[in-house]
């Protein structure tokens, strides 16, 4: 009964400690900003291209508004434009790597080794061979372009 008790208490305890560290950290952001018809907005993401206020309120009620000029906001938006591009760009170099190995073993290998939905391997037939080779041509066509 008494180790019962204690498993209770314990159970008890790491639980409001874990809730309080869950959201010990937790802030919530809101953008502030007018629209070009004079409207104040509230968004959960921040504007392009318009001068906007940040608003972080923490759990614990505190709040910090941080003042983003137009210019701040124009060039944060071409950043995340281009860090996107730039991740588009990798993963591009990536699949035209694969694509053409991928092409260079089609190619190369007379008889292709495959495993069947059963699981079971088997070899390509040629036709499959062929729609294989079109298909991964149609990759390096557009994944190997600058």
Do not use: H
């Not at 204690?6 to 790491?14: E, G, H, I, T």
């Not at 070009?36 to 508004?65: F, H, L, N, W």
């Not at 983003?68 to 991740?87: C, I, M, P, R």
């Not at 260079?104 to 062929?130: F, M, Y």
Request: hydrophobic residues 35%.
């Amino acid at each position: 009964m008494k180790a019962l008790i204690k498993l209770a208490v314990l159970s008890m305890s790491l639980g409001i400690c874990i809730g309080i560290f869950a959201t010990e950290n937790v802030n919530k952001v809101t953008y502030k900003w007018t629209d070009a018809e004079g409207i104040v907005q509230y968004t959960e993401r921040p504007p392009k291209d318009m001068a906007y206020e940040k608003i972080t309120v923490s759990t614990s009620g505190a709040q910090e508004t941080t003042n983003v000029t137009q210019e701040q906001a124009v060039e944060e938006a071409e950043s995340k434009t281009n860090t996107a591009l730039d991740g588009i760009i990798e993963s591009n170099k990536r699949n035209c790597k694969i694509a053409k190995e991928n092409l260079e073993v089609l190619t190369k290998l007379a008889r292709i080794r495959v495993k069947g939905e059963d699981g079971e391997e088997r070899i390509l037939s040629p036709e499959e061979k062929q729609k294989k080779l079109s298909e991964t041509q149609k990759q390096v066509d557009v994944f190997c372009t600058n």
